[in-house]
């Protein structure tokens, strides 16, 4: 539209400041000043002009100078709670800008820095604002290459890697979230970052995955935008010791007790305790004289004893050790070796049978008395003609029994 004068001062009917158009006396702050605002007033207060007519209102955001952009032009586009729009001037290349900022003033970020035949394609000095169609903008330069006549420029917005589309702009992941590059804030639908899951053997430390310690595990899954996790130090097993940080078995004939942690120092393991020794406070000691213990205690562990030996029947207790009885002695079971010293008795004497003088064990026949012993009802027995003097001495006592019973018989009988 034309500019008009009112009251003799140039007021154009298109105020172009804030990056954006407004009829009229601009209501509120704007949401950015540039470094100079155009107007479409000459000088003298006609058309053309090159200079601000409007107050300053304080800023939401302030410019960074030329490189960010001078000399705003055209309508702002808004997705979502972002604006977009364009500079005439400034940029890296002095060529003008397209640049994005949040409606409440902050998140300013240049989109774009038009150039001057630094591309052969190349557009600048966008002037005219950006339309929005099918998630890119498109705009029109004053300016370009080749007979420099201005061009109809597109531009695409997308997210570098790690940042999400969200409502209109892109946005940094959350710490430990991840994101392919290329989301597109223009096309109208948020996109999301997605949490890095830790692997095995890995904790969470300010959002990021980290190795656990050597010596230490932990289950896989733990999500890096979440709080700090740790490790658990892996404990050896009984008879395992620790070798640069992870649990070894013990080699044949040694040990040790569990508990060591593989975090720690290296450990070792200690010998078990030979055949006919105990353990008594963690110390291979010798058994007592006339015990016993099988080999392979361990050291570490608690302690033991020894078992008394015990002698079988027939063995006596020579200096802590069972010993055969000698030939015609005995012994009942059960002496200790541990104990004093014990020996055998005599074997008690046997009676042989009686047999005849020709080794015949019928019954001879009787000697006059003995015939009369016989008839009266007394048996004598008879002398037995193989004998030894044990067995003889036998024999005269049942003798002399037998003929007293006899002659107290035959007394009674006379009577």
């Known amino acids: 539209m034309a500019p008009s004068r009112r009251g003799g001062v140039c007021r154009p009917d298109t105020d172009v400041r804030a990056g954006g158009v407004r009829r009229g006396a601009p209501v509120g702050p704007p949401a950015r000043s540039f470094t100079r605002a155009r107007t479409a007033c000459r000088d003298d207060g006609g058309a053309g002009g090159d200079r601000e007519h409007f107050p300053h209102r304080p800023p939401l955001s302030s410019p960074g100078g030329p490189a960010r952009g001078n000399v705003a032009y055209g309508p702002l586009v808004a997705v979502g709670s972002t604006l977009y ?8 290349h002095s060529s003008g800008t397209a640049f994005r900022i949040n409606t409440d003033g902050t998140d ?10 630094v591309d052969p394609t190349a557009a600048s000095e966008p002037k005219g604002g ?7 903008f498109y705009g029109l330069s004053n300016g370009g290459c080749g007979q420099n006549l201005g061009s109809v420029f597109k531009l695409d917005v997308t997210c570098d890697a790690n940042q999400r589309a969200a409502d209109g702009a892109c946005v940094a992941c959350a710490a430990g979230s991840t994101a392919a590059a290329g989301a597109n804030p223009l096309a109208g639908i948020d996109t999301t970052c997605t949490p890095t899951a830790c692997a095995v053997d890995q904790f969470v430390s300010s959002h990021v995955c980290t190795a656990c310690a050597p010596g230490s595990k932990r289950a896989a899954g733990d999500l890096a935008t979440g709080a700090d ?6 404990v050896c097993a009984s008879n395992q010791y620790v070798s640069n940080h992870v649990c070894t078995a013990c080699p044949a004939g040694t040990s040790r007790a569990a508990g060591d942690l593989a975090t720690g120092a290296d450990t070792s393991c200690a010998s078990n305790c030979p055949a006919n020794q105990y353990v008594s406070n963690h110390t291979c000691t010798p058994c007592a004289l006339g015990s016993t213990r099988p080999a392979g205690d361990s050291v570490t562990g608690v302690d033991t004893t020894c078992t008394a030996t015990a002698c079988a029947a027939n063995e006596h207790v020579v200096s802590h050790a069972c010993v055969a009885c000698a030939p015609g002695s005995t012994r009942s079971g059960g002496d200790l070796a541990t104990g004093p010293d014990t020996s055998c008795a005599p074997s008690p004497p046997t009676v042989p049978p009686l047999t005849d003088a020709g080794g015949d064990s019928s019954t001879p026949e009787p000697s006059p008395r003995e015939a009369a012993a016989t008839e009266d009802g ?11 003097t044990g067995a003889i001495a036998a024999f005269v006592a049942l003798v002399l029994l037998g003929l007293r019973r006899c002659d107290r018989r035959i007394a009674r009988k006379k009577i």
């Open 229 to 234: 996790t740790s490790c658990t130090g892996t």
């Open 378 to 388: 007394c048996t004598i027995a008879r002398t037995p003609a193989r004998s030894s």
């Open 85 to 92: 729009g364009t500079t005439f001037e400034g940029g890296a």
């Open 108 to 117: 300013f970020a240049i989109v774009r820095s038009f150039d001057q035949c």
């Open 130 to 136: 950006l339309a929005l169609s099918g998630g890119a």
